[in-house]
């Protein structure tokens, strides 16, 4: 019986250091995700590129796409992943980011793409900056700023804004609220946990500022009443901003913002030199009808006006940069001492 027990308690070591040999250890059960990391962006014409130059084939006209995605866009500015995606498109709203059935310049939802793009790399980083197309109209109501500046007997558009651009504000932010679900929806679709990558929405630079020569600004390309320019940069953009911040409270995803992205940047703050601007003038592009066809036709032939230009870009991108690196879960892109943006 002895002999059994040895022979057996023998059996039982080296079904044990057989079983040793062949389980894997915890860490190893947990497949290594060999993929190429990404930082992805989605949203409308601010984080597209719009006014940066370089647009990818496809989307500067041709077969009616005007989403003038930028290979300089701020996306491909950051250096937080190996690869960088730009799935934003000019012009879109909250609905076009969202899981939603609809189409925007001949393209789906950007979150159902996201889903596709979250499954062929490891998304560390999902960036969004959209909310200005829906109740806000901020392109229209741009338009409609420079009308007045054409009327001298006008007092401005701010007059009429003043009451108007907080209810606007508010009606944006539950659309802002959906799409921001919907993308971490089509993350969760791609398999990925709450919390396993950065979540990132961000508020507008302020294309415009009322430093600007008094005289010439409008011969210069800012064609605006100097106090409606002051009323955009100190309360209509942080107003926005502060809407959006509260769309990332309650979505939990992170904040970053721009509002201040461009201060002692935007357009026309150099007078007559451009050169140190990282937002554009009026900029109208003639050619724009060579990829797009007849359809560029009026607004299409502008539409890069008083968008964040390449030098911008790059500037939010390292601001993006250096935000997601800190881990913090809010800041704001302020120019610093040495002329850069940094995220404080």
């Not at 409308?44 to 989307?59: K, L, P, V």
């Not at 011969?219 to 107003?239: E, L, M, N, S, Y």
């Not at 150099?270 to 050169?275: K, L, V």
Request: with cysteine; net charge negative.
């Amino acid at each position: 019986m002895r002999g059994v027990r040895i022979v057996g308690a023998g059996a039982a070591a080296l079904l044990t250091v057989g079983l040793l040999a062949t389980t894997p250890t915890a860490a190893a059960q947990e497949a290594v995700d060999d993929r190429p990391t990404a930082i992805v962006s989605l949203g409308d014409s601010a984080i597209s590129g719009e006014g940066a130059g370089d647009y990818e084939n496809g989307t500067k006209g041709e077969n009616g796409n005007w989403c003038h995605r930028s290979n300089n866009a701020l996306v491909h500015r950051t250096t937080v992943a190996d690869e960088t995606i730009n799935l934003a498109c000019s012009g879109a709203d909250a609905a076009n980011v969202s899981l939603a059935d609809t189409s925007h310049y001949t393209e789906g939802s950007q979150a159902r793409r996201l889903i596709d793009v979250a499954q062929q790399y490891r998304v560390t980083t999902v960036i969004v900056q959209v909310g200005a197309n829906d109740d806000p109209a901020f392109a229209d109501t741009v338009l409609d700023c420079i009308a007045e500046w054409f009327n001298p007997f006008s007092s401005g558009c701010r007059a009429s804004l003043q009451s108007q651009w907080p209810q606007r504000v508010a009606a944006m932010a539950p659309k802002v609220e959906v799409a921001v679900n919907d993308v971490k929806s089509a993350m969760s679709q791609a398999g990925y946990a709450a919390g396993s990558y950065n979540l990132v929405l961000t508020s507008y630079a302020s294309p415009m500022t009322e430093n600007m020569d008094d005289i010439l600004h409008g011969p210069q390309g800012c064609p605006f009443k100097i106090a409606d320019a002051r009323w955009g940069r100190t309360v209509a953009v942080p107003q926005l901003s502060e809407a959006l911040r509260g769309v990332a409270t309650r979505t939990g995803a992170k904040f970053l913002d721009f509002s201040r992205g461009s201060e002692g940047h935007e357009a026309c703050s150099g007078y007559g030199d451009s050169s140190t601007e990282w937002q554009n003038r009026v900029k109208v592009d003639p050619w724009a009808w060579v990829t797009g066809g007849l359809d560029a036709i009026g607004i299409h032939m502008a539409q890069e006006s008083f968008h964040p230009n390449a030098r911008g870009h790059t500037q939010l991108g390292r601001c993006v940069t250096e935000f997601v690196n800190s881990g913090r879960g809010s800041a704001a892109c302020v120019v610093g001492s040495d002329g850069n943006l940094h995220a404080v």
